[in-house]
């Protein structure tokens, strides 16, 4: 079974016993692991020397050759530094030589990382929320500026990014679909193969908590003002909306 960080799916302070009697460990796919991303493990595991576990790998490998265009101009709007972008690139090339991710390839890298649950949907959403121009297609520019933000950003920024993925037809309001959408998108990738077993309504029962604190005029959709002023007063919802960071 495969076992998820428990910040919203459940109490990572308890540790209650399996039906054979063996204390549940604490999972490995924890908030520290997954804050290294999945996208990044992703395009530098065909960059990590051979036999080093490319799981445990930072961004700073050996300086390549071969550099994009614009290093100096990407290293300005991000928070990566020259050589975390040349490792970066040469995974990003290694794994995809024409220069653009599609989203099958997307979908692809998440059914590695989520094997036992049905990341398809959760990928959907994640790409539209990187194909900042809606083409189709993520450029090398468009990944790192995106990683960028969820990985080094500031509790703002990183909340702005978090209300793009969940405004889903991009109208700048989030409506109650739009956010179950997301989470049982979300549930359905890892919160079915958690310990203990989350009930099917969890995720509904999430979502109306959510709206009850963050529709302030009660018109039945969240506005980004509404969404950044309860998620940076609210500790509570600060902390569960961490659990889209751990899926990137």
Same mark, same amino acid.
């Given at each position: 079974? /495969?076992?998820?960080?428990?910040?919203?799916?459940?109490?990572?302070?308890?540790?209650?016993?399996?039906?054979?009697?063996? /204390?549940?460990?604490?999972?490995?796919?924890?908030?520290?692991?997954?804050?290294?991303?999945?996208?990044? /493990?992703?395009?530098?595991?065909?960059?990590?020397?051979?036999?080093?576990?490319?799981?445990?790998?930072?961004?700073?490998?050996?300086?390549?050759?071969?550099?994009?265009?614009?290093? #100096?101009?990407?290293?300005?709007?991000?928070?990566?530094?020259?050589?975390?972008?040349?490792?970066?690139?040469?995974?990003?090339?290694?794994?995809?030589?024409?220069?653009?991710?599609?989203?099958?390839?997307?979908?692809?890298?998440?059914?590695?990382?989520?094997?036992?649950?049905?990341?398809?949907?959760?990928?959907?959403?994640?790409?539209?929320?990187?194909?900042?121009?809606?083409?189709?297609?993520?450029?090398?520019?468009?990944?790192?500026?995106?990683?960028?933000?969820?990985?080094?950003?500031?509790?703002?920024?990183?909340? /702005?990014?978090?209300?793009?993925?969940?405004?889903?037809?991009? #109208?700048?309001?989030?409506?109650?679909?739009?956010?179950?959408?997301?989470?049982?998108?979300?549930?359905?990738?890892?919160?079915?193969?958690?310990?203990?077993?989350?009930?099917?309504?969890?995720?509904?029962?999430?979502?109306?908590?959510?709206?009850?604190?963050?529709?302030?005029?009660?018109?039945?959709?969240?506005?980004?003002?509404?969404?950044?002023?309860?998620?940076?007063?609210?500790?509570?919802?600060?902390?569960?909306?961490?659990?889209?960071?751990?899926?990137?």
């Amino acid at each position: 079974m /495969k076992l998820a960080d428990g910040s919203l799916l459940g109490d990572p302070g308890r540790t209650p016993l399996s039906k054979d009697g063996v /204390k549940w460990q604490r999972p490995r796919l924890t908030r520290q692991a997954l804050m290294r991303c999945c996208l990044v /493990k992703w395009i530098l595991s065909s960059t990590a020397p051979q036999g080093s576990d490319s799981s445990d790998s930072e961004l700073e490998l050996s300086t390549v050759r071969h550099q994009p265009e614009g290093l #100096d101009q990407l290293q300005a709007q991000t928070k990566f530094t020259k050589k975390e972008l040349q490792s970066l690139y040469r995974g990003f090339k290694n794994e995809c030589p024409t220069g653009l991710v599609d989203e099958d390839t997307f979908k692809l890298i998440y059914s590695q990382f989520f094997p036992q649950g049905d990341s398809t949907t959760y990928a959907h959403f994640l790409f539209n929320a990187f194909d900042a121009d809606g083409n189709g297609a993520i450029r090398f520019e468009d990944f790192v500026v995106g990683l960028s933000i969820l990985l080094r950003g500031t509790v703002h920024e990183k909340l /702005k990014w978090a209300f793009n993925l969940y405004d889903i037809n991009k #109208d700048g309001y989030i409506t109650k679909e739009e956010m179950l959408a997301i989470m049982k998108s979300i549930y359905d990738m890892m919160g079915r193969h958690t310990y203990p077993i989350l009930r099917e309504d969890a995720p509904l029962e999430h979502v109306e908590r959510f709206f009850q604190k963050m529709d302030r005029n009660q018109d039945g959709v969240v506005t980004i003002d509404e969404f950044l002023e309860t998620c940076q007063k609210d500790e509570n919802i600060m902390s569960s909306m961490q659990l889209f960071e751990n899926v990137i």
